[in-house]
């Protein structure tokens, strides 16, 4: 006869392997960490519409948790978590990954697109989104979607009102031939510079302007500084959603196919809202006492016969970006 510790001894036992079974038995929450710099805009829109989506569509298997304006580190950094593992998801300016992949710079050409319905043709056109999405693939950066922020614009401390205004100044751009080259031909001088350190130097006087989206310009608060923005819409201020390669594939088959369609179902709601968004940001920069200044016909076209041989002038100097170039151009006229 067995005796009494015995059959506790065994009862617990089987109470154990079953809690342990259990236990196995639940799936992992996967942590997905989504960052980006910017804050309140459209790319920070798209995280929280991806985090609802994928924590619902999983059934609770993924678990989203958002970093906007920095909070991970500085752009590069973000960049490098992905391309390691720690961070799951990067939504930046392709011009920033200047130094993973020259071609990711090719959006910021001046004179590509002309209107909203071009730009959205040709971002979301399969042979060209295909083909710029798989830039970063051996660098280990995936890409899953391109979003529009809007046209670009001056941020400017003085009001420059004419073509004249913009020589002699000091401007931020991103880290691109592209940009910089604008500025040149304007007769001022490029800087590149992350989003975060905009505004202090504006405030300090270290640079006299920047060059992004009106929506970017409004979120950030810099009419404090720069209370003036020139619309020129010589090209759009672009975004690339960027999934980590590492930590993709080493997701089951099933949750790979629940990010992938929520990044495309996230992408396709968010290009139409970040339209409304832009005109939004327009009258509430005017509202907290900022101006919007529009070049005269004349300037305009002055500008655009200033820019438009910087696309084909650069890809020259850099055969490297010539196939992608041209299928972007070859998308564009298309697109039309």
Known sequence: MRSRYSIVLATAAAIMT??????????????????????????????????????????????????????????????????????????????????????FELLAAPGMFHNDNQVIKAITDPDFADAFLAIGASKGLLGVGLLVNGPVAFAMRAPARTLADFKGKKIRVLASAFQTEQIARLGGTGVPMTTADVLPALQQGTIDGALASVP???????????????????????????????????????????????????????????????????????????????????????LAARYHTIGDDIVKSKPQLKPMWDLLVATARRSL
């Open 18 to 103: 079953t809690l342990i079974s259990t236990v196995e038995a639940q799936p992992a929450t996967t942590v997905i960490k989504l960052s980006v710099a910017t804050l309140n805009d459209a790319n920070h829109e798209w995280m929280k519409r991806f985090a609802a989506l994928i924590e619902k569509d999983s059934d609770g298997r993924m678990k989203a948790e958002i970093y906007p304006a920095s909070q991970l580190g500085s752009i590069p950094r973000q960049i490098e978590g992905a391309q390691l593992g720690s961070i799951q998801i990067v939504l930046s300016a392709p011009e920033f990954l200047v130094g993973v992949d020259p071609r």
């Open 216 to 302: 970017v310009i409004s979120t950030l608060h810099l009419q404090d500084a720069a209370r003036y923005i020139t619309e020129t819409d010589q090209s759009y201020v672009m975004t690339v959603v960027l999934v980590s390669k590492k930590w993709f594939d080493g997701l089951p088959a099933h949750l790979q196919a629940i990010t992938r369609a929520a990044a495309t179902q996230v992408n396709n709601e968010i290009r139409p809202w970040a339209f409304d968004f832009l005109l939004e940001q327009r009258k509430a920069w005017v509202g907290k006492g900022g101006e919007l200044i529009a070049l005269s016909p004349a300037d305009k076209a002055e």
